[in-house]
């Protein structure tokens, strides 16, 4: 019998990349079985090399609001791409795009573009440590901020996922600069404040924490951290790169009534190319080069492409979201949660889902999931049965109980009725 072309294209990659992806995630080390090998995207669907369609829940990791090659980003594209790919001088796109995010999200009053999530926190705490004369940082057990160095310390997400430990090849020095504490814990981060406040430059934090699965924040909890933070004299900075554009026009912040001395941004921001970004109070971004002495640069910051896809994107979105649309989005994740969570119940496995914008997350849990740990004691095993019954149904979930799943624009009423059909047949199964 011939290899399917996916498992062919696994065992070719694995001899010349390493675990054959480009970011292990990919690999399905959660979940088991050989990734399959994606061919092309159209709208809410995504088409592998074997010739399967599947419902997308992945969207490039939550970049994709407007679904693949929705035609006005691929029309933007090709514009700009017959102009030039790349120019290493400014482009007029680059100050529409930062006057675009600084009109949407009020407390970025300077941006400043790069080309990744990554790149855009590792940015933004160097920032803040110039800034404060601060060496610490404080993150939240499960929250992810991208991998340098200093931020792969009780990480969650593709760090939890593999069984990493926390931060292999990251000196200890360097290690210790990052403080730790639980999500949705205020006595926690109140407590490290009083022992520890005089040296914390900054506390960064996923408002909804997507890289342990969409666990959302309490009532107050987000202000409170940040309350906690300008009290003690540190900068309080909003990792947006995942919910930003995508749980509100505003980000989270807007939802949640938040001021944060810094954003990042990423994902939504670049319609499906590589991008990142970084910005809030203008006293704060006067320190960065060459306005300032804070270095950061980069040979494809602002890309011209990139630019283009992003404020096509952006501008599809200031438009719709005045037409309801993160509204309808929350209201179809919460229907995907309810079709899980009832599922569930009929066959009596304890489950636990939550949904907010354009982005749920479904746990085999009895619940309430709330913090890292109890992300961590949703069972693997079963997740992993039922996200592979669901791809034989033809839904794509993301391979990681520990990752936020998300939906696009273009997730309708079919894509709904498909998806409840197939949570249905899943369990049947389990």
């Known amino acids: 019998m011939e290899m399917p072309r996916s498992q062919a294209a696994f065992e070719r990659a694995k001899r010349v990349m390493p675990g054959g992806v480009n970011s292990p995630v990919r690999a399905f080390g959660a979940v088991g079985g050989t990734p399959f090998f994606a061919e092309r995207g159209e709208g809410a669907y995504l088409y592998d090399i074997d010739g399967h369609r599947y419902l997308d829940y992945i969207l490039s990791w939550g970049s994709l609001i407007w679904g693949h090659a929705h035609p006005e980003v691929v029309r933007a594209l090709r514009e700009a791409a017959a102009k030039g790919t790349s120019f290493g001088t400014p482009t007029e796109l680059e100050t529409e795009m930062a006057e675009l995010v600084t009109s949407l999200v009020p407390s970025i009053e300077v941006v400043r573009m790069v080309n990744s999530g990554t790149e855009a926190t590792m940015s933004a705490l160097r920032l803040a440590r110039a800034y404060t004369g601060r ?45 730790t504490v639980p999500y949705n814990n205020l006595d926690a981060l109140a407590e490290l404040f009083t022992r520890r406040g005089e040296q914390i430059a900054a506390v960064i934090i996923e408002p909804v924490a997507g890289n342990m699965g969409c666990v959302l924040p309490e009532p107050g909890y ?44 990423g994902k939504v921001i670049g319609g499906g190319l590589p991008v990142g970004a970084y910005g809030g109070r203008r006293e704060i971004m006067a320190l960065v080069a060459p306005e300032g002495p804070v270095y950061q640069a980069g040979t494809l910051s602002g890309n011209p492409l990139a630019m283009a896809a992003g404020l ?6 200031a438009n719709a979201a005045a037409d309801g649309l993160f509204e309808r989005l929350e209201r179809f994740g919460q229907a995907v949660v309810e079709a899980f969570t009832e599922a569930g119940r009929r066959v009596g496995v304890p489950v636990w889902g939550s949904a907010v914008g354009g982005m749920f997350g479904l746990f085999f849990h009895a619940g309430p999931v709330r913090d890292y740990q109890d992300a ?7 997740y992993a049965r039922f996200f592979h019954r669901m791809l034989e149904h033809g839904v794509a979930l993301t391979p990681s109980q520990l990752e936020a799943k998300f939906i696009s624009a273009l997730h309708g009423e079919a894509e709904l009725a498909l998806t409840q059909e197939a949570i249905d047949a899943a369990f049947a199964s389990l």
């Open 135 to 179: 060496p610490c940082v404080v993150k939240f057990e499960g929250c992810y901020h991208g991998h340098a160095d200093s931020l792969l310390v009780k990480a969650g997400s593709g760090v939890a996922t593999l069984g990493l430990p926390d931060s292999p090849g990251v000196p200890a020095a360097t290690a210790e600069t990052t403080l």
């Open 312 to 317: 096509t994107s952006l501008r599809l979105l």
């Open 222 to 265: 987000l202000q409170g951290v940040q309350d906690l933070a300008r009290r003690h004299g540190a900068l309080f900075i909003c990792d947006e790169v995942m919910t930003g554009f995508r749980v509100a026009l505003g980000g989270a912040q807007s939802r949640w009534g938040l001021d944060p001395d810094l954003t990042t941004l």
């Open 376 to 382: 961590r004691a949703a069972d693997k095993e079963m």
